[in-house]
């Protein structure tokens, strides 16, 4: 079999991924002295303009908020070992406990102290109910719905998914209460009240998650026109990012995302179940035994 040398396109963009890779490589070495773009943009041999120019249109972020981001992560990582918040400012090269303070709030919407308690005091009370797209597992707090997963491979897998993002809270198996709420969800044709959710993700993703509501049941959106409507129409990739990090499956409808090309595109329950959903809905269709 011959192979066909890439042209001068193919070639331009291998080189441009080339030094996006090196950048990213020399970001993560030095994530935790905070580089400034200079430093970045010399590592790789352009100039700042140029380098934070071809960054953003490749990644749809800046790369200071790239740092911002590994920074957050390793935080992450640092207060998920049981270390104070001054360590963790220190070790991801936070100069005090204000600026961690600021890029928690910032990106993650909750400040250090909360993520590192994670439901610490709260009590979650959850159901495994069926519904017509397969088992789900909803959960809720005093504030509303914090979690609705369609069950894929077991119903403890789901359970531990549950327990993992909400470690420290209690929680306590109660279908009768959730039940309502999934009757409300799946079978009514027109829910008394509003669902209240309680949301916790990035400042970001919860843009992203906020455009999906508007998305009117038996219609579509792309990832491109979420992007836009939230005002970051380069953020392509950060907002299918957001999509696949939906807590709350079907009520925040992430199943109507599809791709610019007509495609169905993936769903993190499958996409024989994201077909079904698009489906019923079109047809307009209750869900009334």
């Known amino acids: 079999m011959k192979l066909t040398p890439p042209n001068s396109s193919d070639r331009n963009i291998i080189e441009r991924y080339q030094l996006i890779e090196q950048a990213i490589q020399y970001i993560e070495a030095h994530a935790h002295q905070q580089p400034k773009l200079g430093e ?92 017509p797209f397969g088992k789900c597992l909803i959960a809720m707090t005093q504030r ?16 531990d998914d549950l327990s993992a993002h909400w470690s420290q809270a209690h929680l306590i198996e109660d279908a009768q209460a959730t039940a309502p709420l999934i009757s409300g969800i799946f079978f009514d044709r027109q829910p008394a009240t509003p669902f209240k959710l309680d949301l916790h993700g990035t400042n970001f993703q919860i843009k992203v998650w906020e455009a999906l ?14 992007a836009t409507q939230i005002g970051k129409p380069r953020a392509v990739r950060a907002v299918g990012t957001a999509v696949g990090h939906n807590p709350i499956a079907y009520l925040i409808p992430c199943h109507r995302i599809i791709r610019k090309d007509g495609q169905f595109g993936n769903y993190f329950y499958g996409s024989a179940r994201k077909k079904a959903m698009l489906v019923k809905e079109s047809v307009g269709n209750s869900f009334q035994n």
């Open 144 to 159: 509303g719905i914090c979690n609705l997963s369609f069950v894929t491979h077991s119903e403890g897998q789901a359970l």
């Open 213 to 226: 509501l508007l998305i009117p049941s038996g219609a579509v959106a792309t990832y491109e026109q979420i």
């Open 40 to 131: 970045i943009a010399s590592a790789v041999g352009l100039s700042e303009y140029h380098f934070q120019r071809l960054f953003t249109h490749w990644a749809g972020i800046s790369p200071k908020r790239f740092i911002q981001f590994l920074t957050k992560e390793r935080a992450k990582r640092l207060l998920d070992e049981s270390k104070n918040l001054l360590e963790t400012a220190h070790q991801t090269g936070l100069s005090s406990l204000g600026r961690l303070h600021d890029l928690f709030v910032n990106t993650e919407a909750i400040t250090p102290g909360e993520y590192k308690t994670r439901g610490a005091g709260v009590e979650i009370r959850y159901g495994l109910h069926a519904t």
